[in-house]
């Protein structure tokens, strides 16, 4: 078995020679992951290599997943920095989702740590990664069609006056909120969240999960189902979030969408992190080498990522 | 309007068509500067399916109109009072299948079940030791309450169709019925009657003229300065609300409809010299219990999640709704308010029986809460809706028995009030969800 510090900088510099890679689906890993903590007293600061600022909101030690035996996570060390958009890419099956139901509470790892502003939690329920301020938007968004925008925002979470719903302090900081977010294209806040189009939903998804206070916004394929005006509106909506300080994590297949907006490039392969570092390293093509084959020879060169597993702190 | 603009890729969309597909969906109190504004935007949502009252009161005058030309019983003093009486066992009864229709749910059960409570009433009420009444009450409610509470367990635990459910409750709560009437009557006939004065009079009984004009101005007047104040407070929030003018004309209607109902209670519909006048008891209670559901519905937690559950309750859950509470509440409150409904009716009959045709009242207090426009699907719907259509099904009925037509063409007609109700519904869904 492979250490850590090994695994994080195949990405780069070895990428080619381990795949097919054995350990997606070697169902002992376990035993490698019990000593990893052993291995990684190594504190080297992360964000030296990716060009953030500040110590990471998240960090990701060496998560692993499996289904039975199928490996669906293996060795995932990553950042999340404040105020930074981290796009996580790959292909179908690549761990994705995986990846994000795990970060928010829906899937417990089988090994590894997750580290919140230097704390490791466990996240058993959605409501354990709720509560310290992650909140995910999927791409269905759950909304109800047949409330409007403020009860949405507010479901579950109703302000109260006299055993009433305070509407009129819930519908200014519906307002507040949307206009903190630059949502402006919305009409009154009052209206059905069945008479919005999709990148208004969107939107109202996000602006819900800021209400709430969160530091970490998951986006899961946002805009996936929009057309070109409705994804824009998306996209500045995800830039006002950083320059709110919140720690965005992008879910996409699409690359000019990433492009755009991201800071930091995640590409995940097959379970494995293949990749990570700053949105400028790294064009189209180099990602779609990286997602479809785990290297990029474009990148050969740079060789950017040093730090994608070696800097696991403990 | 254009409904393919509001789907999830409206990417050719221009600007204005937007507007129109959000203004077509909204509120318009929300939406409109000036009563002419209101109106478009009212107009739009009524081609949405999503209509208000207009509609169905404009139905009810072509209807009464219509039987009053082929009977002039009809508006007669005595009629309307009777028809009132009628009219309050579907609004109530309506009431208590809008809690689980706006779920996307139905209860079956609750046209027995109401009798089942009834009879324990009445049984408690047996000289020579009546208990006293307000219990007797209580446990008139709470049987159907808990017997619609209990299949709403099963519905959420077992994840079983509420209709199965009910229908499989509809008929134990016959035989129920027909068990404690053999214990409550053994030589009744199948039938146990009331000997509760109180209970009685509300039917029977009635406000004196003058009290009618003061509870019915208090009630206006108390409705206007909410609108009033909740119009005021939000435009002091800066927030939009509807312009003056709707809210007054909101108020007039009510006063309309009120000094119309005591008009109505105050005229001597006594036949030859005694003089009976004044506005029936249970229009209070019918008035009392939608002013206090659409509370709950509109103004608390609990009614909130109760449209959330019906409209998107995957949505609910991930809020961190507890749907199966919410669920087994509702279902709880449609028994007690069925168990309302079966007081009024041993008030109205004087007995309770084994014959009561629970099945039909059923259907009929569907139809009610449909044609008063709450969706069979779930998440729409209102209290004051169930009124309304309960008014619609008891003119219907109470036209046709004036006509002397016998009972199959009530069934014919109110079977087409219906089957147009849930077509309106339908597709004004289908627009929504093709959009």
Redesign the interface.
């Known amino acids: 078995m492979t250490t850590p510090s090994a695994e994080g900088a195949r990405p780069a510099n070895a990428g080619r020679a381990s795949s097919p890679d054995p350990h997606v689906t070697d169902a002992t890993d376990g035993t490698d992951a019990m000593d990893t903590p052993d291995h990684t007293q190594d504190p080297t600061p992360p964000q030296a290599g990716d060009g953030a600022d500040g110590p990471p909101l998240l960090h990701l030690v060496n998560i692993g997943k499996s289904f039975g035996p199928v490996r669906v996570l293996s060795h995932i060390t990553l950042d999340i920095p404040i105020g930074q958009v981290t796009a996580v890419v790959g292909d179908n099956g690549a761990g994705k989702s995986t990846l994000i139901k795990t970060i928010s509470g829906i899937y417990h790892q089988d090994h590894g740590q997750i580290i919140w502003q230097g704390q490791e939690v466990h996240l058993h329920t959605?409501?354990d990664a709720a509560d310290l301020g992650i909140a995910t938007v999927y791409q269905?968004?759950?909304?109800?069609?047949?409330?409007?925008i403020v009860?949405?925002m507010f479901?579950?979470?109703?302000e109260?006056k006299h055993?009433?719903?305070d509407e009129?302090g819930m519908?200014?900081a519906a307002?507040q909120t949307l206009a903190d977010l630059s949502v402006v294209?919305?009409?009154?806040v009052?209206?059905?969240v069945?008479?919005?189009?999709?990148g208004q939903?969107q939107a109202v998804a996000v602006a819900r999960a800021v209400m709430r206070e969160a530091k970490l916004v998951i986006l899961d394929e946002p805009t996936a189902?929009?057309?070109?005006?409705?994804t824009r509106v998306v996209l500045d909506l995800i830039k006002r979030l950083k320059s709110q300080n919140i720690a965005v994590i992008v879910i996409s297949h699409n690359l000019n969408d990433v492009q755009s907006v991201a800071d930091r490039i995640a590409v995940l392969r097959l379970g494995r992190l293949v990749a990570v570092g700053p949105a400028s390293q790294y064009d189209a093509e180099s990602i779609v080498d990286l997602m479809t084959t785990g290297t990029s020879k474009r990148l050969a060169a740079t060789s950017a990522e040093p730090s994608a597993g070696s800097s696991s702190e403990h | 309007m254009s409904t393919d603009v509001q789907g999830p890729s409206p990417e050719a969309t221009e600007p204005d068509e937007e507007i129109a597909s959000e203004v077509a969906l909204a509120a318009p109190e929300v939406m409109a500067d000036s009563l002419g504004e209101y109106a478009k935007i009212w107009l739009s949502r009524v081609r949405n399916g999503d209509s208000g009252a207009l509609p169905v009161i404009l139905g009810l005058a072509a209807i009464v109109i219509y039987f009053q030309v082929r009977s002039s019983l009809f508006l007669s003093a005595g009629n309307l009072v009777n028809l009132i009486g009628q009219a309050a066992f579907f609004m109530m009864l309506g009431m208590a299948e809008v809690f689980v229709l706006l779920l996307g749910e139905i209860d079956l059960s609750i046209g027995y079940t109401s009798a089942v409570g009834a009879t324990f009433t009445l049984w408690l009420l047996l000289p020579p030791n009546p208990a006293p009444w307000p219990l007797a009450v209580l446990v008139g409610l709470a049987v159907p309450a808990i017997f619609s509470g209990l299949q709403g367990f099963v519905v959420t635990w077992l994840r079983l169709p509420s209709f199965v459910v009910t229908l499989a409750g509809q008929l134990l709560a016959l035989g129920l019925l027909l068990e404690v009437m053999d214990s409550a009557a053994p030589n009744g006939g199948g039938s146990i009657r009331l000997y509760n004065n109180v209970l009685t009079d509300i039917y029977a009984g009635s406000l004196s003229p003058v009290a009618g004009w003061i509870v019915m101005a208090a009630a206006v007047a108390l409705a206007g300065a909410l609108f009033l104040v909740r119009d005021t407070r939000r435009r002091a929030g800066n927030l939009t609300a509807p312009p003056l003018s709707v809210t007054l004309l909101k108020i007039a209607a009510m006063a309309v409809a009120g000094v119309v109902v005591v008009l109505i209670g105050n005229t001597n519909r006594g036949v030859g010299l005694t003089v009976v006048r004044g506005v029936p008891w249970v229009v209070l209670v019918v008035l009392v219990v939608v002013v206090a559901w659409s509370f709950l519905l509109g103004r608390t937690r609990f009614g909130r999640y109760i449209y959330a559950i019906g409209g998107n309750a995957e949505a609910a859950r991930r809020a961190g709704v507890n749907l199966s509470r919410i669920r087994i509440l509702a279902f709880t409150l449609a028994g007690a308010t069925a168990g309302i409904m079966g007081i009024i009716y041993t008030s109205y009959l004087g007995s309770v029986s084994t014959g009561v045709p629970g099945g039909q009242n059923v259907l009929y207090a569907v139809g009610a809460a449909v044609i008063g426009g709450t969706s069979l699907f779930g998440g729409r719907g209102k209290m004051v809706g169930a009124v309304l259509g309960g008014l619609v099904v008891a003119v219907i009925y109470n036209g046709l028995e004036l006509l002397g037509l016998g009972a199959a063409p009530q069934y014919m007609w109110t079977a087409a009030v219906l089957l147009a109700a849930v077509t309106v519904d339908t597709l004004a869904r289908r627009r929504s969800t093709a959009a």
């Not at chain 1, 269905?140 to 409007?148: F, H, I, Q």
């Not at chain 1, 069945?194 to 999709?198: A, I």
Request: glycine share 10%.
């Open positions: 959605p409501k269905d968004l759950a909304l109800c069609d047949n409330l409007d009860a949405n479901l579950g979470r109703e109260t055993f009433q719903l009129i519908e200014k307002r294209t919305v009409r009154s009052r209206q059905p069945g008479s919005l189009s999709g939903r189902a929009l057309g070109v005006t409705q």
